[in-house]
């Protein structure tokens, strides 16, 4: 599982950086969702599968996304069409918050399971005849 969450948390992750700074004409988007919402939903995607498949890089993961909203909201200066938001960065950074958050709190209510003992087979008992 935690391959599948890899794979979708950093497929996530190209994504938002290709919608973050592409032109706006070329920014791909959800039909019929604003674009805050999408902003929102994208990074709490990315947080939540990068939480998943890397479990114990979770202060790494949250470091990354406040840097990588805040990067890339000023990166958005360099493409004519796009504009710079302080309250797009903070939407961001809010979905990463709740992506990490939702991953954090299914560990505590699905933790991991734990798998019974193999069975030992005693070999100081004498062999049956």
């Not at 890339?72 to 069409?81: D, G, N, R, V, Y």
């Amino acid at each position: 599982m935690r391959r599948w969450a890899a794979l979708i948390g950093w497929g996530a992750v190209a994504l938002v950086i290709v919608a973050t700074l592409s032109p706006i004409g070329a920014r791909p988007h959800i039909a019929h969702l604003g674009p805050q919402i999408e902003r929102f939903a994208a990074y709490l995607v990315a947080a939540a599968a990068l939480a998943v498949a890397y479990p114990t890089r979770k202060g790494v993961i949250l470091l990354c996304i406040v840097a990588g909203a805040g990067g890339l909201e000023l990166a958005q200066h360099f493409e004519a069409s796009r504009h710079a938001r302080a309250l797009d960065a903070l939407v961001k950074i809010m979905g990463g918050l709740s992506g990490l958050a939702m991953a954090a709190l299914s560990e505590r209510v699905w933790p991991k399971r734990v798998t019974a003992p193999a069975i030992v087979r005693r070999t100081d008992r004498a062999p049956r005849p």
